[in-house]
């Protein structure tokens, strides 16, 4: 009630406008200011009734006053310089950075040129002088053909025939629609990014689970970035890194090592103790537990965490593009930007090819069973190995024949060059042409109805409320939910993002992912639900939950470009697009949880369809289904963020602007909180209400 | 006697927060209840006792009594709270940990209930496991766990994985395993609970017949207490964590110490369990008949004979030496009197 009346007593003080400006950059004479640690920040003073001074309007500046300098003033080291031999000042984290940096950026020149030939691995054991002194030292590349048929000889052993065709004709597809150079930048970079982010999670799971103390430092970490934005990250990253491959792999890194480590530490824990009383009874010493018992039992979680680590690096791949990343994700950003659809979709569609590739092969790997090798000769064992040196050997020949037969211009036995492949580009431009003079008019009244009649009124919503309304409404929701505590953090996160300078933002940002997952849940809910109904569509629509899951989030924009332009009706409907996923998935799970005996039981006292999938059946998958909300709302709000790419006035927007910005760094960190904070509200509220439905029904 | 190859002096195990204070308050006066009310739970209360060479120590009791706690005790598992342990008169819980994995990959081997083979290693892999642990050979080992897949019967299903084996097969592979390294002490944690019956009956079997061949010293884990019976050199009930009778199966059967033992006891068929030297008087009357029986034979293979005669029967040892006599009234007592039912 308290809360109603919060709402009425304050009216919309006349001097506001709805989403403020940017405080620290606007100087205005009616501003209020403030001065904390030495930073100060101005804003315009409201009724704190109505809305929450920027108390913590100070921290993005100190973020990046601290980040400035670590860079350029901490510890300052004499370090040897190999180019201009002698020693040289710099500040040590600089120095550790740009070692890293050129680690990285090593890794990856030695991969992709392995796959599209090149200098810079020569280079970097010799030097420029050397490689002009003997021009023949070129690292010449894979021929298409001998990458293709390697993938797939790599797919038949790990997945089998079907695996190994799909393999097979989408390298074929991509060399021949003119897209293997960006493609291969893509892999290469992804083939240093797994193994890495798959090494470090690996590693940092079992610290964990080997001490205490280092889940404990750890968990927070996990949690902010599970709901954290891979846009925010970017801008930090910018700064410590600079822009290119290598900063994308570090960010990568960042932002796949989290999953990792919990797939790692939960397949840990499910070892059975008996698994390790054996594995100590034989005498093992700590590290053989681990390397011989525990990490080959718990084999399938880790593998599955390999999984993630990939998917996580393809959606990275498209984003890291903003600053610098090379291949199929940049010209995808390219095409965007230029509005060019026909171009997006081609690259999208290649870098979607990979990603399944690469999750199937994944998955394959994770659930094949290890066979024994024992009583097989050389060939038998080795017949993978050498089916593909076979291939190789073909491979240059084709690739020599080739380079006699096509004299002129490009050997496309080769490597088929970018645009100059079959392109469908302008076939798919005419299309969006012609959808738009053919439709243009339902979609702009479908457009202005969802805009004038449910967006706005609802964003108005959002926005009319108060702050201190919106903060009893959640607290309470808090204490109904989980008692004191879920109230008190709770409400620590809410109060983050009110007393931070963008609180109108993050309601537009919430308004926005609230309204896509009310719509996600509709439609995931209801189909989840008539799925389950039958043994073939169930698994069909996990299949297609799979498939869709596995595209990078940047692809879903372009569809709906094509469709509805620059609106926020298109942000929306990739949120309801990506978001149903998880909802549909967890509906489908949730339903199938159920245990058979309650099913034949309920059958046989004669319940109908309907009793029984309301009786029986939601009420027992609604805590499960309630995780799959969990998850609707962590895909909403990526996409929401990523979302402002195309143009939307919330969080997302001044993530994207604080990239371009040099002293955005402390801003985008801080919105990208904000976002993680958002999603954490729900993901406790919900966690706790699940955690206690289930101990209810004594489910787990 | 030599000196005995397990030897446990009063051994604690308390879990929780502050159970070593706990115990060092209660100076040797251990009360569930109370350790109970301060967040501590007694998993071993008190155990002293011993095992010699080539003996077989059963411990029965339900679940919660704290027997798998005492094994893993010993085994060292988890350490136990107070007390002492010696094994060959090594003080156990002194040891290093090096010394402790030595122990263990020469002198120690265990089966546990759910089997707990490695599930991405073959049938020989698994038995090899402790061998390669312990550094040797992968050949030498591999022939090593070879000749164990022949001593439990898996020949021929050496390169198999543990999920392509019936429960009973697995469980051979992790009897095979803890032989591996021919350990002195053979630790059993409830081996054959999570088998079917039949099976069970069939692995008891097969287990007596290893260790009539191997004669280890071995601590055998059940909550079944036919099992207990038909296994035991001596058994040991435990309920709370504390031992209630150690003796063997004869006495136990015979004369309960608690009431809680002969809970246990009432249901048992004795005939099956007792022998004639378990009931027979050790005098030799005069008035003997012709029929004599041995003294380790089960009751009920020779009670009809012995119930058939009018006269005492004379009982002899295996060098056909009369030791005692027994007649038909003492049999019929045996089996039918002395229980509540029969009130």
């Not at chain 1, 609180?503 to 896509?516: C, K």
Request: net charge neutral; aromatic share 10%.
């Amino acid at each position: 009630m308290s809360f109603f009346a919060l709402c009425f007593a304050i009216d919309v003080p006349e001097t506001y406008k709805f989403i403020r400006g940017q405080a620290e950059f606007v100087k205005d004479p009616n501003q209020s200011a403030f001065v904390f640690l030495g930073k100060e920040v101005r804003y315009y003073a409201f009724d704190v009734f109505w809305r929450l001074p920027p108390l913590l309007g100070w921290l993005p500046i100190w973020i990046n006053d601290s980040l400035f300098f670590l860079m350029n003033d901490w510890m300052p080291m004499e370090f040897w310089n190999e180019d201009t031999q002698e020693y040289k000042t710099r500040p040590l984290v600089l120095q550790i950075t740009r070692n890293l940096t050129a680690f990285m950026t090593f890794l990856i020149e030695l991969i992709r040129e392995i796959l599209l030939g090149g200098l810079e691995t020569i280079v970097a054991f010799t030097s420029w002088d050397w490689i002009d002194a003997n021009p023949w030292a070129e690292l010449p590349g894979l021929p298409w053909t001998i990458v293709a048929t390697g993938s797939a000889i790599l797919a038949y052993k790990l997945g089998g025939k079907g695996l190994a065709i799909y393999a097979l004709l989408s390298m074929t597809y991509i060399s021949i629609f003119g897209q293997w150079k960006p493609s291969m930048q893509t892999l290469s970079f992804i083939l240093v990014a797994a193994p890495l982010s798959f090494i470090f999670g690996l590693s940092l799971g079992v610290a964990a689970y080997k001490s205490k103390r280092v889940e404990k430092a750890l968990y927070p970490i996990l949690l902010v970035m599970q709901t954290m934005p891979q846009y925010a990250v970017l801008v930090p990253a910018l700064v410590l890194f600079g822009v290119g491959d290598h900063a994308a792999v570090i960010i990568t890194m960042i932002v796949a090592v989290p999953p990792m480590i919990l797939l790692t530490l939960l397949g840990l824990r499910a070892v059975p103790p008996e698994v390790i009383e054996a594995g100590r009874m034989s005498g093992c010493n700590n590290w053989q537990l681990m390397s011989k018992v525990l990490i080959p039992t718990a084999r399938r979680d880790i593998l599955i965490g390999v999984n993630q680590v990939i998917m996580v690096c393809f959606s990275m791949a498209v984003i890291s593009a903003f600053i610098g990343a090379k291949g199929l994700g940049f010209n995808l950003l390219l095409a965007l930007n230029q509005l060019n659809i026909g171009l997006a979709l081609e690259a999208g569609l290649c870098i979607s090819l990979i990603a399944i590739l690469l999750d199937k092969m994944s998955l394959a790997w994770a659930n094949k069973q290890v066979d024994y090798f024992g009583n097989l000769n050389f060939f038998q064992r080795n017949k993978n190995a050498l089916s593909f040196g076979v291939v190789v050997i073909a491979g240059i020949l084709l690739a020599y024949f080739g380079s006699i037969y096509f004299k002129e211009g490009y050997n496309y036995l080769f490597e088929v060059p970018h645009n100059k492949g079959i392109s469908t580009a302008d076939f798919w431009n005419k299309g969006v042409d012609w959808i738009f003079d053919t439709f243009f008019v339902y979609i702009k009244a479908f457009n202005t109805w969802l805009i004038v009649d449910v967006l706005q009124p609802m964003r108005a919503l959002y926005l009319r409320m108060p702050a201190i309304a919106t903060l009893v409404l959640v607290v309470g929701a808090g204490y109904l939910i989980g008692g004191v505590r879920s109230a008190l953090v709770v409400c620590g996160l809410t109060l983050f993002i009110a007393l931070s300078p963008w609180w109108d933002r993050a309601l537009v940002t919430t308004y926005m992912a609230t309204f896509g997952v009310l719509v996600s849940c509709t439609i995931g809910f209801t189909v989840g639900t008539l799925c389950f109904q039958n043994k073939h569509s169930t698994n069909f629509m996990l299949n297609v939950c799979d498939i869709f899951q596995t595209f990078p989030s940047f692809v879903y924009l372009i569809p709906v470009m094509m469709l509805f332009g620059i609106t926020d009706t298109s942000v929306l409907i990739a949120v309801i697009v990506y978001a149903t996923i998880p909802a549909t998935r967890y509906t489908i799970e949730g339903l199938r949880s159920v245990p058979a005996g309650l099913h034949d039981a309920a059958t046989m006292s004669g319940v109908t369809k309907f009793q029984r999938l309301f009786k029986i059946e939601f009420p027992l998958a609604f805590p499960h289904m309630m995780l799959g909300l969990n998850q609707t709302i962590v895909f909403a709000l990526f996409m929401v963020i990523i979302g402002a790419f195309i143009g939307t006035e919330d969080l997302g927007q001044y993530i994207l602007k604080a990239l371009s910005d040099k002293k955005g760094a402390g801003i985008g960190l801080t919105l990208g909180i904000c976002v993680a904070f958002i999603g954490l509200i729900f993901d406790n509220l919900i966690r706790t209400w699940v955690g206690q439905r289930k101990k209810h029904l004594g489910i787990d | 006697m030599s000196e005995p190859v397990i030897k446990c002096q009063s051994v604690y195990k308390i879990f929780g927060a502050n159970a070593e204070r706990m115990l060092k308050e209660a100076n040797g006066n251990v009360d569930a209840k109370t350790f109970q009310d301060n967040g501590c739970i007694v998993g071993v209360n008190n155990a002293s006792f011993e095992v010699s060479k080539g003996e077989m120590l059963v411990v029965m009791g339900l679940s919660g009594s704290g027997k798998s706690t005492l094994l893993r005790c010993i085994s060292r598992l988890t350490d136990a709270t107070g007390g002492k342990i010696f094994i060959e008169g090594q003080d156990l819980l002194n040891l290093n940990n090096k010394e402790l994995i030595d122990l263990r990959r020469n002198k120690m081997g265990m089966v546990f209930q759910s089997f707990a083979l490695l599930p991405h290693k073959t049938v020989l892999e698994n038995i090899a496991f402790p061998l390669q642990i312990k550094g040797i050979k992968t050949e030498d080992s591999i022939n090593k766990a070879m000749d164990m897949v022949k001593l439990v019967g898996l020949d021929g299903r050496e390169n198999y994985f543990p999920r392509e084996l019936s429960g009973g097969q697995q469980q051979r592979v992790g009897i095979a395993r803890s032989l591996a390294v021919e350990p002195d002490i053979w630790f059993l944690d409830e081996p054959f609970s999570a088998l079917d019956p039949l099976i069970r009956k069939e692995m008891q079997d097969e287990f007596l017949r290893l260790q009539e061949k191997l004669q280890k010293t071995i601590m055998f884990i059940t909550h079944d207490f036919d099992e207990a019976l038909k296994l035991a050199d001596r058994i040991a009930i435990m309920k709370d964590g504390i031992i209630e009778q150690l003796d063997t199966p004869a006495n136990i059967v015979l004369n309960p110490a608690t009431e809680y033992v002969r809970k246990f006891t009432e249901e048992v068929p004795r005939e099956k369990v007792l022998l004639i030297k378990d009931v027979m008087d050790e005098t030799t009357s005069s008035d003997i008949g012709d029929l004599k029986v041995s003294k380790d034979e089960i009751i009920e293979n020779v009670a009809e004979k012995i119930l058939t005669q009018e006269k005492t029967v004379a009982v002899i040892d295996s060098k056909n030496n009369v030791v005692g006599s027994i007649n038909p009234a003492k049999i019929i007592n045996t089996v039918f009197g002395g229980r509540k039912s029969n009130n």
